[in-house]
């Protein structure tokens, strides 16, 4: 397997024990183990998750629903963004790619 096809796999992949940069992968997670980072199996209708940028806005997304669009896991969400001096902003419903919204939303609440 080349190291781009290697980068390309599922964040959420487990690592193989022993295998190049598997190895290192299996370090990293443990980095994160007992973290309040988000994971994909976190996310269930009703949760809500932050997002906090270094301006100090914050997207707070609460989740909907899970949908399977193409055989993708996505999430359909309502998204609340509030900034220091500016009128709270609500949207939705939105529609993420599973993994692009635990990346983004690391944050649960």
Same mark, same amino acid.
């Given at each position: 397997? $080349?190291?781009?096809?290697?980068?390309?796999? /599922?964040?959420? &992949?487990?690592? #193989?024990? !022993? @295998?190049?940069?598997?190895?290192?992968?299996?370090?990293?997670? $443990?980095?994160?183990?007992?973290?309040?980072? /988000?994971?994909? &199996?976190?996310? #269930?209708? !009703? @949760?809500?998750?932050?997002?906090?940028?270094?301006?100090?806005?914050?997207?707070?997304?609460?989740?909907?629903?899970?949908?399977?669009?193409?055989?993708?896991?996505?999430?359909?969400?309502?998204?609340?963004?509030?900034?220091?001096?500016?009128?709270?902003?609500?949207?939705?419903?939105?529609?993420?790619?599973?993994?692009?919204?635990?990346?983004?939303?690391?944050?649960?609440?």
């Amino acid at each position: 397997m $080349s190291v781009l096809q290697e980068e390309n796999q /599922s964040y959420f &992949a487990p690592a #193989k024990a !022993g @295998a190049g940069r598997g190895a290192r992968k299996s370090w990293w997670s $443990s980095l994160f183990a007992g973290s309040k980072r /988000s994971k994909a &199996a976190d996310v #269930k209708v !009703g @949760a809500s998750f932050r997002f906090t940028d270094k301006d100090g806005k914050v997207e707070t997304a609460r989740v909907l629903d899970l949908i399977d669009i193409l055989d993708h896991a996505h999430v359909k969400y309502t998204l609340r963004i509030e900034g220091p001096g500016q009128v709270p902003f609500e949207d939705g419903p939105r529609v993420m790619n599973l993994q692009s919204f635990v990346k983004h939303f690391a944050e649960p609440l």
